[in-house]
């Protein structure tokens, strides 16, 4: 009979069971590091000794005790892919190289774990910057356990790290895109909105079902529907540009006086806007009238777009508004130019051509017209200078301005020649009109000092049978008789005053 061998010190179980322990670790498809954290343990209860009962504020205070706490850290042992990532022959050259894998970023998590840990648990995970022998950055997910029965010393730690970098170059590249698309929002050199316009649409479909057609009719007989449909408008997010246009501190200076931005001229404009979107037209274009928060009047050009993908909803919209009042105050300059006089501020020859022909054709008559012609100007000029003759002239044109309202005009048509046109007005009223004149230059001359302003004024009243060019040229005849009358006056007044002159002496 055989002898009998000794029985093994290990459980043949036993060796199967660490056998296949070592196997799975080696052989995992993930990278595995099995490391020793007892230093950091005990680092950590020195800081409890020493009264440290928050972790992150003590580590904010002196940012060295992170290192020191990392390189407490032993490395034990990885398995194949962990070498094959980091780029390491063996585990001795990753050893060698640990403040490579461990350095820059990954100290600034290395925070977050040490925190976990000190609050207790035996698990961690954090996301973590890693990098390869050869220098590659990693963005690694990482999670890692204190092996059971090593709770007390910390003495076996399992790390797993995946690498995520793929993963998080793409979130990167996603919030570097949304941070550059809000720049441009918010650096945009027109003001740019951002508004929810879903209960709008929810409105006007309304409409619809209920059978109506022709929209334009509809706000006809239902002008509330536009102020309703503005007030459902939810603005979402505005840029700089637009706080600096419309004049408000900030966004909620502004949205809560939305009211004081969008009143009087801005309502035809929405709802033409209105009858567009109705009609399918989500993309459009218009010049509206908004107004700053201190009053200002602001033409702008609006673009309204509804977002991609919310065609049917209309919850995302953006308009974006250029400041066009500059180019609309020059507009209004140079039809201003057109039409007037720069000197005296009255209509010019060419608008009182266009508007004698005008009531030539449409009326109202009859049409009273009143030629006027400054008195005294040549010799004021030829006196005192062609500043003052201008001056003369201005104050010609402020008792005129003054005198002649709407539906009447009054326009320089000559160096010193006027005409008024009163359509629908009788010679009657066309004689008030002359006295409510002669009493405003009388005012006027009491104002200013220097050359006395007087008119020689005539009046004709237009017949029926009469071309309105011919009723001008009978107020012209009698203007130039009441020339004659003043120019014989003065002559008279002057000669009197040289008579008198000669007996006193």
């Not at 200013?448 to 302003?453: E, F, H, K, S, V």
Request: aromatic share 8%; with cysteine.
């Amino acid at each position: 009979m055989p002898n009998s061998k000794a029985a093994p010190s290990v459980p043949p179980r036993a060796d199967a069971s660490e056998a296949l322990a070592a196997d799975s670790f080696a052989l995992a498809p993930v990278p595995l590091w099995l490391e020793d954290f007892s230093g950091v343990k005990r680092l950590m209860e020195s800081w409890r000794a020493a009264g440290v009962t928050e972790i992150r504020e003590h580590l904010a205070e002196d940012p060295d005790l992170v290192e020191a706490a990392a390189r407490q850290i032993r490395v034990l042992d990885v398995n194949q892919r962990t070498l094959d990532l980091f780029e390491a022959a063996s585990l001795d050259e990753l050893r060698a190289n640990i403040a490579t894998v461990f350095s820059g970023d990954m100290l600034e998590t290395h925070v977050d774990e040490l925190s976990q840990l000190w609050e207790g648990r035996t698990a961690f995970t954090s996301l973590a910057v890693n990098y390869t022998l050869g220098g590659k950055r990693l963005d690694v997910q990482l999670k890692a356990r204190i092996l059971p029965g090593h709770e007390g010393d910390w003495s076996r730690v399992l790390v797993c790290t995946e690498d995520v970098t793929e993963r998080e170059e793409s979130r990167r590249l996603l919030a570097a895109s949304e941070a550059f698309a809000k720049g441009l929002f918010q650096h945009s050199p027109i003001s740019l909105w951002v508004e929810d316009f879903s209960v709008v649409k929810e409105l006007m479909d309304e409409v619809r079902e209920r059978g109506v057609v022709d929209f334009r009719t509809f706000l006809d007989v239902h002008p509330e529907f536009v102020a309703r449909c503005m007030s459902e408008i939810r603005v979402i997010d505005v840029n700089q540009h637009t706080l600096d246009l419309f004049k408000a501190g900030d966004r909620a200076a502004l949205l809560n006086r939305l009211g004081e931005v969008f009143r009087d001229d801005m309502e035809p404009h929405f709802r033409e806007q209105l009858i567009d979107l109705w009609h399918g037209k989500l993309f459009q274009q218009r010049e509206v009238v908004n107004y700053s928060l201190d009053g200002e009047l602001l033409h702008v050009h609006l673009q309204f777009s509804v977002f991609p993908g919310r065609e049917g909803d209309w919850s995302l919209v953006q308009v974006a508004l250029t400041d066009i009042t500059a180019r609309k105050k020059a507009e209004a300059y140079l039809e201003f130019l057109g039409k007037h006089d720069i000197l005296t501020k009255l209509y010019n020859r060419s608008f009182f051509v266009d508007e004698l022909n005008r009531l030539e054709r449409k009326g109202p008559l009859p049409v009273t017209a009143i030629v006027a012609d400054l008195n005294g100007l040549k010799a004021v000029n030829d006196t005192l200078g062609h500043a003052a003759g201008d001056a003369l002239l201005r104050r010609a044109g402020e008792v005129l301005r003054e005198g002649v309202q709407k539906p009447h005009c009054a326009a320089r048509i000559g160096g010193d020649e006027f005409v008024i046109l009163m359509p629908a007005t009788n010679e009657a009223e066309g004689k008030h009109m002359v006295a409510e004149l002669e009493e405003l230059i009388e005012v006027n001359n009491q104002f200013y000092a220097g050359p006395t302003l007087s008119f020689s004024l005539g009046l004709a009243t237009s017949l029926e049978t009469e071309r309105l060019e011919d009723t001008v040229k009978r107020a012209d005849r009698r203007m130039y008789e009441a020339k004659r009358d003043f120019y014989v006056e003065a002559d008279e007044a002057r000669r009197a005053a040289i008579v008198a002159k000669g007996s006193e002496g």
